[in-house]
T-cell receptor, first 116, second 113 residues
Framework: GAGVSQTPSNKVTEKGKYVELRCDPISGHTALYWYRQSLGQGPEFLIYFQGTGAADDSGLPNDRFFAVRPEGSVSTLKIQRTERGDSAVYLCASSPTLAGGGNEQFFGPGTRLTVL | QKEVEQNSGPLSVPEGAIASLNCTYS??????FFWYRQYSGKSPELIMF????GDKEDGRFTAQLNKASQYVSLLIRDSQPSDSATYLCAVTPYGAGSYQLTFGKGTKLSVIP
């Protein structure tokens, strides 16, 4: 089926505003991940979902960041009181299973967030 | 702090040559190793993964893993201009957190026609 999709592709906001970034994983993939990539860096892990629950949110930088996946498919990353340092490309990935050594993660096209 | 190190490049090779991309990692307990290709302005695309010591071949790509030396490499045979991209090495730990990819900063490859 289709790959991971993310919307919007670009988001420009002002400092202090609230933003939501959406991810639609590959159909049937139970695991979903959010990463953040700054210019010249590799992606950095933010949060992992297995089904509906956030199994690991240790990568979220602070409590302004929150993510949900209420029905075990689409996920939304929410950022409150945005700061200029939040500007980056936010990548979503999904994988079919966590078990064993599989865990091949497939990335969506990303959302480029710019905080002015 | 778990680290993955890559030479940022750019690595320039002539068309048709072998490109060799290297990666070292600090966590001796790392379990799985991935190579992603990322074109400018695009998202990472999975090329290969390897779990066991030795070589794994897929078409023009060969991944090599040496856990004793904590070293993983990617060889690209018969390099093409379309291979020009940034190559990201990523590792996952064993056990808890085994889903969490830790990426290097990537090596920029330029294949010269």
């Amino acid at each position: 089926g289709a790959g991971v999709s993310q919307t919007p592709s670009n988001k420009v906001t002002e400092k202090g505003k609230y933003v939501e970034l959406r991810c639609d994983p590959i159909s049937g993939h139970t695991a979903l991940y959010w990463y953040r990539q700054s210019l010249g860096q590799g992606p950095e892990f933010l949060i992992y979902f297995q089904g509906t629950g956030a199994a690991d949110d240790s990568g979220l930088p602070n409590d302004r960041f929150f993510a949900v996946r209420p029905e075990g498919s689409v996920s939304t990353l929410k950022i409150q009181r945005t700061e200029r340092g939040d500007s980056a490309v936010y990548l979503c990935a999904s994988s079919p299973t966590l078990a064993g050594g599989g865990n091949e993660q497939f990335f969506g096209p990303g959302t480029r967030l710019t905080v002015l | 702090q778990k680290e993955v190190e890559q030479n940022s490049g750019p690595l320039s090779v002539p068309e048709g040559a072998i490109a060799s991309l290297n990666c070292t990692y600090s966590d001796r307990g790392s379990q799985s190793f991935f190579w992603y290709r990322q074109y400018s302005g695009k998202s990472p695309e999975l090329i290969m993964f390897i779990y066991s010591n030795g070589d794994k071949e897929d078409g023009r790509f060969t991944a090599q893993l040496n856990k004793a030396s904590q070293y993983v490499s990617l060889l690209i045979r018969d390099s093409q201009p379309s291979d020009s991209a940034t190559y990201l090495c990523a590792v996952t730990p064993y056990g808890a957190g085994s889903y969490q990819l830790t990426f290097g900063k990537g090596t920029k490859l330029s294949v010269i026609p």
